[in-house]
């Protein structure tokens, strides 16, 4: 069974920085793009990143540009999402998603229908 489970929120003072984890089970990661996405109470679920299954391709939402950085560690069928310079409104659920197709560059990363499996999320709150 394919299983995400995300982990490293929590709560960081504007400017500061956490390192989220996703860790896959159930399906050959490498061969999947992985993707990230926030959902902030009373707002719709919003793409952060995504990195293709070969890790050659990456792609950000313009409000994060620059300040956060997914990578992946395929050893470890590990996905990460870097955040720096974080924001209150970084506030959100943060989710990671993978590919609903293997070896398959997407062409809207920023789609949630790319996607054909979530996990639970991990909470991260910025104060000002």
């Known amino acids: 069974q394919v299983q995400l489970v995300e982990s490293g929120g929590g709560l960081v003072q504007a400017g500061g920085s956490l390192r989220l984890s996703c860790a896959a089970s159930g399906r050959t990661f490498s061969s999947y793009t992985m993707g990230w996405f926030r959902q902030a109470p009373g707002k719709e679920r919003e793409f952060v990143a995504a990195r293709s299954w070969g890790g050659r391709n990456t792609y950000y939402a313009d409000s994060v540009k620059g300040r956060f950085t997914i990578s992946r560690d395929n050893a470890k069928n590990t996905v990460y999402l870097q955040m720096s310079s974080l924001k209150p409104e970084d506030t959100a659920v943060y989710h990671c998603?993978?590919?609903?197709?293997?070896?398959?560059?997407?062409?809207?990363?920023?789609?949630?229908?790319?996607?054909?499996?979530w996990g639970q999320g991990t909470q991260v709150t910025v104060s000002s």
């Open positions: 998603a993978i590919q609903s197709r293997s070896y398959s560059v997407p062409v809207t990363p920023d789609d949630p229908d790319e996607y054909d499996l």
